[in-house]
């Protein structure tokens, strides 16, 4: 069961990796100067682009880096983190190197006196049926026992070969005219419906899909609110779209907070 906060910080998808210093160097920066000004600090998955195990994390001065700004922040603040579809390795060892606590997606957290379910949102996408036939394999933990054991090169290489598989695909998607293949790499109205209703809430607050906005949505006679977090990046200017954002929940109400502006 996780305590109620009076305030709290959401972030999702930083995807931090070496190869984007600026990135990284803006959440190093929110775990010194902006997360501490609240009672809780959320991550909704894919804080790293990639993880093939925490015994790798031993041999990366990046990944040790982000454990110990984790562990600094988590002894200002509670601090929970819940797997997304490229961190999902992320185990007990490193977890509790950071302080931080591994919630279960979805989890339902109360902040400012009103009930928030929070999930990273992949399993929310239900319209890309192979994706979900691929999360249900590597989600098993004797698939994920046999992949630890493989050599660490192995590793290494098939998430590179994940990694741009999906990337492809999301390239496809963002280009194609056909808004079915749009709408397969969103969540679906009925994913969101089944997951509030299973919680007995109508706040839902997701990452994922890089598509930031605040949504009111309603199917058949459920209604709902729901939030969908940013992904950062710092590191392509040539993009045209830095960025870097959190959700701020208080005794205000639930808005963005822009990190670069900031
Ligand atoms: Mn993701």
New binding site residues.
């Given amino acids: 069961m996780i305590p109620q906060y009076a305030s709290a910080l959401l972030i999702?998808?930083l995807h931090l990796t070496p190869s984007m210093p600026l990135t990284a160097q803006r959440f190093f920066d929110f775990c010194e100067k902006d997360a501490p000004k609240v009672d809780s600090v959320f991550i909704l998955?894919?804080l790293f682009e990639y993880w093939v195990g925490d015994d790798a994390a031993l041999h990366s001065p990046f990944q040790q880096e982000v454990k110990r700004a984790l562990a600094t922040l988590s002894t200002k603040v509670k601090t929970y983190y819940l797997h997304?579809?490229?961190d999902f390795l992320v185990g007990d060892q490193f977890l509790s190197k950071t302080g931080m606590t591994l919630m279960s997606d979805p989890s339902k957290v109360t902040i400012a006196g009103s009930e928030y379910v929070l999930c990273?949102?992949?399993s929310l996408c239900t319209a890309d049926i192979g994706y979900q036939v691929f999360r249900g394999w590597v989600r098993k933990s004797w698939i994920q026992k046999l992949f630890l054991r493989l050599p660490l090169h192995w590793r290494r290489s098939i998430a590179s070969q994940l990694r741009s598989n999906s990337g492809a695909q999301y390239q496809r998607s963002i280009k194609s005219s056909i808004k079915g293949a749009q709408a397969k790499t969103d969540v679906t109205l009925e994913a969101c419906a089944a997951v509030l209703a299973a919680q007995h809430a109508n706040l839902l607050i997701h990452?994922?899909t890089h598509l930031p906005a605040h949504h009111q949505e309603h199917l058949k006679n459920q209604e709902w609110q729901r939030w969908v977090l940013s992904d950062w990046d710092l590191d392509h200017p040539e993009s045209g779209r830095p960025r870097a954002s959190a959700l701020l929940i208080d005794q205000n109400g639930v808005r963005y907070a822009d990190l670069i502006k900031s």
């Fill in positions: 999702s998808d998955g894919d997304g579809n490229r990273h949102g992949d990452g994922h």
